[in-house]
C-alpha cells in the first residue's frame, strides 16, 4: 500500500508563503495523479490543486489561482505546493492526495490520503 507523507505547514503572517511537500512511498498506478485537499473544522474537505505526478494535468480550484502553484518531481515521487499571498481564509489543515487519474482526483474517488499537515495565517 502506498504512503503519503507530507510536510512544509506552519504558522506565518498574512501575505506571507510556505511550501508544503509530499512524497509517495513508491510508484504505483493508484498516485499517477497527487495534489491537495483542505479542510478546516465543522466543514467539507475541498479540493485545492493537483497534477500528474509525470508532470501535466495542473488543476486548482478558483480560489486559489493566481496565488498557489503546483509542482512535481517524478524522481522524488514528490508534488509540491507553492502558497504565496496567503490570507487568514487559508487556514486549513491540508490533506496530501493521490488518484489514479485527474478525473478521479477531481471526483474524490480511489484516493489515497496522507495524514495531513497544518497551515494557520495569521492577520
Known amino acids: 500500500q502506498v504512503h503519503l507523507v507530507e510536510s512544509g505547514g506552519g504558522s506565518v503572517q498574512a501575505g506571507g508563503s510556505l511550501r508544503l511537500s509530499c512524497a509517495a512511498s513508491s510508484a504505483s498506478d493508484s498516485t499517477d495523479y497527487m495534489g491537495w485537499f483542505r479542510q478546516v473544522p465543522g466543514k467539507e474537505r475541498e479540493r485545492v490543486a493537483g497534477?500528474?505526478?509525470?508532470?501535466?494535468?495542473?488543476y486548482y480550484a478558483d480560489f486559489v489561482k493566481g496565488r498557489f502553484t503546483v509542482s512535481q518531481d517524478y524522481g522524488k515521487l514528490t508534488v509540491y505546493l507553492e502558497m504565496n499571498s496567503l490570507t487568514p481564509e487559508d487556514s486549513a489543515m491540508y490533506y496530501c492526495?493521490?488518484?489514479?487519474?485527474?478525473?478521479?482526483?477531481?471526483?474524490?474517488?480511489?484516493?489515497?490520503w496522507g495524514q495531513g499537515t497544518q497551515v494557520t495565517v495569521s492577520s
Open positions: 492526495a493521490a488518484a489514479p487519474y485527474r478525473i478521479d482526483f477531481i471526483n474524490t474517488r480511489e484516493m489515497t
Open positions: 497534477t500528474y505526478l509525470r508532470g501535466g494535468g495542473a
